[in-house]
């Protein structure tokens, strides 16, 4: 036994009636026809007939029919359902992936994704320099202000790395306080240009605490390439020059071994 909705129903009532007329309708023409008369208990034949062949079996083509449509129609929905969980996964996708690549705190890309950045940079023949620039005495700001502030001056440095590097150029946080910025296709005055515009700009941003101002600093360390590079070496030379930035007093820039008012261009 099924279920049949009302439509269903009404629709295999009227296809009954309609068998039923037909049925009776052609007793009546053909019988006299024949001879005989259209009474009795062949013309009740001819209405029994009807109902009890096309009631239960146009109930049960309609019912199959609109069971069909529904699923259809369900089918359908499902599909566009899909088609939305998929656009929303592949976007989610997209967001974990860029998510991977980048600090979340600064927005600089992440130690794996610079150097891998940096890999495919080093085969170009193109002048480059890279920068590594560090926080001065950022321990004694945590320390001092709190972890809290201690990022805060964190993000300072990435936004204004970030307003500082041309579109060709990449940048990212590779340690706890540790930027590296690449420039791509610059020679050594645009190295230098862009290391004194960072370190001038980290120098006089303000981010006071109670009142108190936060002393924050860069020192910088810059090599300049003048076409393919060993990125592990240049690296490596990048860093020895921060480290001499550090040493000679910090808040300074020590680019290709010399300090900066040392370099001529």
């Not at 130690?111 to 940096?118: D, G, Q």
């Not at 101002?213 to 860069?218: F, G, I, N, T, Y």
Request: proline fraction near 3%.
């Amino acid at each position: 036994m099924f279920k049949i909705s009302r439509k269903t129903a009404t629709k295999a009532a009227i296809v009954t009636a309609l068998s039923v007329a037909a049925s009776v309708s052609i007793v009546l023409l053909l019988v006299p026809m024949l001879g005989g008369h259209p009474d009795g208990p062949g013309f009740w034949m001819s209405v029994l007939c009807p109902l009890v062949i096309a009631a239960p079996g146009s109930a049960w083509q309609f019912h199959q029919k609109e069971t069909i449509e529904r699923q259809r129609d369900e089918i359908a929905r499902m599909h566009v359902e899909l088609e939305d969980m998929h656009a929303e996964l592949s976007a989610l996708h997209e967001d974990l992936k860029q998510r991977s690549r980048i600090d979340s705190l600064t927005g600089g890309l992440n130690r794996e994704t610079f150097f891998a950045a940096l890999d495919a940079a080093a085969s170009g023949p193109q002048s480059s320099a890279l920068l590594i620039a560090d926080a001065d005495h950022f321990k004694k700001i945590n320390d001092t202000f709190g972890h809290l502030v201690g990022d805060e001056a964190l993000r300072v440095i990435g936004r204004t790395i970030a307003a500082t590097l041309g579109p060709r150029d990449f940048w990212g946080r590779i340690g706890g306080e540790e930027f590296v910025l690449f420039l791509d296709g610059a020679d050594r005055v645009r190295a230098l240009a862009v290391a004194e515009a960072l370190r001038g700009a980290v120098a006089g941003s303000r981010i006071v605490v109670e009142g108190v101002r936060v002393p924050l600093s860069v020192s910088i360390g810059a090599r300049c390439s003048s076409g393919r590079f060993d990125p592990t070496e240049l690296f490596r030379r990048a860093d020895e020059d921060l480290y001499r930035a550090k040493k000679a007093g910090r808040n300074r820039i020590v680019i290709n071994g010399e300090e900066a008012g040392t370099v001529v261009a």
